[in-house]
């Protein structure tokens, strides 16, 4: 486990810009070592401004976006196109203006898809084509992702992981069907901690100042069963970006005041 470290920036906008710039350095070098790279995308509103940050960057093209790999860390059970999937607001906010290899972008099935309202069917897909992708090498059997990104809600779930729900409980399998969510929809499909924690970076995104009790929490001790966000971290690196806001209830160990 890789101890979580704070970067926090004056608010949402700079955050989404940092992050988005962070995230074409990270992908560069892992195609420049490996020749591809792998992300995990997530949804949300931290998520979605990281994504129209990333479309607006002018270093965006130094991605070779043909070697890209795209993977969802969760996703609202509802039919394909509706405008509540993380994959559609992905789409809108950057992959529709970019030349990914289609080959190579992995959204979650839909309610309208192949396992129709099975969820818990859909979520045992999904699973077997993440470890269709994973080699021998990998740590579990989902490939190494080089950065998964997990939006922080208010209460603090992360991916559909909501506090107390089975899901978050999950130890053996990579993917789940979630029923029940406390946020709408009720059903979901989730990656879980033991994927998660398979990754190499994991960046827990947090802006605003609904954020702020979540970050707190979830960075003060809190369990995993109830706080997700203190479970989810990276084989080499955990990086919260937060903003000001979400910033302002940490405890000052973690993030004292700025100098004057
Ligand atoms: O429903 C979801 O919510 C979280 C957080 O969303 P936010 O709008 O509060 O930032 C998100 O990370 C997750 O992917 C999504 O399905």
Redesign the pocket.
């Known amino acids: 486990m890789s101890p979580p470290q704070l970067v926090v920036h004056r608010d949402k906008e700079l955050m989404a810009q940092a992050a988005a710039a962070r995230l074409i350095t990270k992908v560069v070098d892992a195609q420049a070592s490996r020749g591809y790279a792998s992300v995990v995308l ?6 979605n401004g990281l994504l129209a940050a990333l479309a607006a960057a002018p270093a965006r093209d130094a991605i070779d976006w043909g070697r890209l790999d795209l993977w969802w ?2 996703e ?1 059970f509802v039919p394909e196109g509706d405008p509540e999937r ?1 994959v559609t607001q992905a789409r809108e906010a950057l992959l529709d203006s970019v030349p990914l290899d289609p080959k190579r972008v992995h959204p979650m099935p839909a309610s309208d898809g192949p396992y129709g309202k099975d969820a818990d069917a859909a979520a045992e897909a999904y699973a077997v084509e993440l470890a269709k992708a994973a080699g021998p090498e990998n740590h579990a059997p989902v490939p190494s992702f080089d950065v998964l990104m ?5 209460d603090t ?4 992981l909501f506090p107390e729900l089975p899901a978050v409980r999950e130890t053996e399998r990579t993917v789940v069907g979630v029923h029940g969510a406390p ?1 709408p929809p009720p059903t ?1 499909i989730t990656l879980t901690l033991p994927a998660i924690r398979a990754a190499r970076e994991v960046w827990l995104l947090a802006a605003g100042e609904d954020k702020a009790n979540a970050a707190a929490i979830a960075l003060s001790g809190a369990g995993e069963v109830q706080a997700p966000a203190a479970g989810a971290y990276g084989r080499s690196r955990t990086l919260w970006l937060l903003d000001a806001a979400a910033a302002s209830q940490l405890p000052r160990s973690l993030y004292p005041p700025a100098s004057p």
Do not use: F, M, Q, Y
Not at 150 to 154: E, Q, S
């Open positions: 997530t949804g949300g509103r931290n998520g860390g969760d609202r993380n997990l939006g922080v809600g208010p779930h992360v991916a559909s946020k979901r």
